[in-house]
């Protein structure tokens, strides 16, 4: 009988231990593997036009987006208590804390969000990252078409990013019953993140050419060959494409979707025509400094070429430089599609001797320069829809959102103010980083009404001043065969 006892509890001693060894242990082996790459047919990564099932972000004070988080929660609350979301496609926001603030028991949340809105909107998730907030990075969600299985599955695709979030894939995947699938590139390019893996509803990707040649050899083998567009990302610093370009859903259009791309001429002509108070109530004083000049130099500009600007000073001007006259034919043209910039040498032209405004003539001799590249860039992802869908000389709807960008130290560049394009899309809301300038705001908000959708702009300092924006600081897992605008 002793025996017996003594047994049954070592048994249960086992058991006891293997199930703690299970919740310690990475969740590779619990969740669903593809037994091999022969055996995957093809994979359709989710758009913006899917309906969302969960909204991933991560919680962390110390990282400074307590303020976001709140604003993402307000946001995704009023959604759903307005009516702008049906019964049946409610969704949450899951958030996953760092270790610093999970010690918080969220507790600087909870002073600032009705514990109500925190029940029904939030999910505190059972994961948690060392200090990595970047939740775009470490892949995408997609369905996966497998020989061996009759119906196509939900997939997690990780980028192989590692860091903080590195087995956060598979435990997603463990949490949704999908599948993982890898990037086969050991490189750790930032290049492969998920932030450089767009695509369109009608499942043309879009991919910088700051990705691996293997992973883009991998796409094309599971489903994405002659379907890939890959664009020009070398010149920015993080090189994805959701720095420049984003798809949303737009039952306006004939394809059921829209591309937004950033346009630094539109923000330059925004910035020409703002107010000083406009332009004195930006908070962060380089902005402002930096705004004012670049308003003060075409606004000058704009006076030589004969124009009437309100001015203290009404007197006769000298002739106008060449870049001068370039530079305000450029912005007043009308803009139709993919803007070509005509041919200028724009290094030509009389220095100014003060050292400020040079700095500031190149600032926008920059922008206008990478207003040729998006451009171009567009034009090519529409090129390549085109040619997917077998269609010519079908226009494309594309919108522009104003946005600006300098150059980094290692000759790369940036978004200067918050890049607005690089949003999060939730049915029709869009949460948009604040471009910190009121007629930048008022043209977004415009422009995006418009196509029937929504701008909710959310300050995203935290993010940008760290190099990212609220694109790269958010995931979301879609409903693979439920739609906002079903793509046609």
């Not at 242990?25 to 969960?54: G, H, Q």
């Not at 907030?133 to 196509?152: C, F, I, N, T």
């Not at 130290?409 to 029709?428: E, F, M």
């Not at 909710?456 to 958010?474: A, L, R």
Request: with cysteine; charged share 25%; glycine share 6%.
């Amino acid at each position: 009988m002793t025996d017996r006892r003594q047994s049954r509890l070592a048994a249960l001693f086992v058991l006891m231990l293997l199930a703690v060894a299970g919740t310690l242990s990475p969740l590779y082996a619990r969740v669903r593997p593809i037994v091999s790459p022969d055996d995957i047919e093809s994979i359709r990564f989710l758009s913006a036009n899917n309906i969302p099932v969960k909204v991933l972000a991560v919680y962390s004070p110390e990282f400074g987006n307590l303020q976001f988080v709140v604003a993402l929660i307000d946001i995704i609350a009023n959604m759903h208590e307005k009516g702008l979301v049906k019964k049946e496609d409610a969704f949450k926001l899951h958030l996953i804390p760092t270790r610093a603030s999970r010690s918080s028991n969220f507790k600087q949340l909870h002073a600032m969000v009705a514990a109500d809105r925190l029940k029904k909107y939030v999910e505190f998730s059972s994961l948690e990252t060392e200090s990595d907030v970047w939740m775009q990075d470490w892949g995408e969600v997609g369905v996966v078409k497998l020989k061996s299985e009759a119906k196509a599955q939900l997939v997690v695709f990780d980028s192989n990013r590692g860091r903080g979030t590195g087995d956060l894939p598979s435990r997603l995947a463990h949490f949704w019953n999908g599948f993982v699938m890898k990037n086969p590139s050991k490189a750790g390019s930032c290049g492969d993140y998920g932030g450089n893996i767009e695509v369109t509803p009608d499942n043309v990707l879009l991919i910088g050419n700051t990705s691996t040649p293997e992973l883009r050899a991998y796409l094309e083998k599971h489903g994405y060959a002659n379907r890939m567009a890959v664009l020009e990302t070398d010149w920015l610093q993080v090189g994805h494409v959701d720095e420049y370009i984003s798809v949303c859903p737009n039952a306006k259009a004939p394809r059921g979707y829209t591309l937004i791309k950033a346009n630094p001429r539109l923000a330059l002509r925004l910035i020409k025509d703002a107010s000083p108070a406009e332009l004195n109530a930006i908070k962060q004083e380089d902005y402002r400094l930096m705004l004012i000049k670049v308003r003060n130099y075409l606004r000058e500009a704009e006076r030589k070429r004969g124009r009437h600007v309100p001015a203290d000073d009404e007197t006769a001007a000298p002739q106008p430089e060449e870049f001068s006259n370039a530079v305000i034919d450029y912005l007043t043209k009308d803009e139709t599609g993919a803007f070509v910039l005509p041919p200028l040498n724009l290094a030509l032209g009389i220095r100014p001797s003060s050292p400020g405004d040079k700095e500031v003539e190149d600032f926008i001799k920059l922008n206008l320069t990478l207003a040729n590249v998006i451009d171009t860039n567009v034009k090519a992802a529409c090129n390549k829809i085109s040619q997917v869908r077998k269609e010519s000389g079908k226009a494309h709807s594309v919108i522009s959102f104003p946005s600006l960008f300098h150059k980094m130290r290692n000759g790369k560049h940036i978004a200067y103010i918050p890049g607005s394009v690089n949003q999060l899309i939730l049915h029709d809301q869009l949460i948009v980083p604040d471009p910190q300038v009121e007629r930048l705001r008022q043209n977004i908000a415009r422009t995006a009404s418009m196509i029937g959708l929504k701008a909710n702009f959310v300050d995203s300092m935290s993010y940008h001043s760290k190099q990212g924006q609220i694109h790269c600081g958010t995931n979301v897992f879609r409903h693979p065969n439920r739609y906002i605008v079903r793509p046609r």
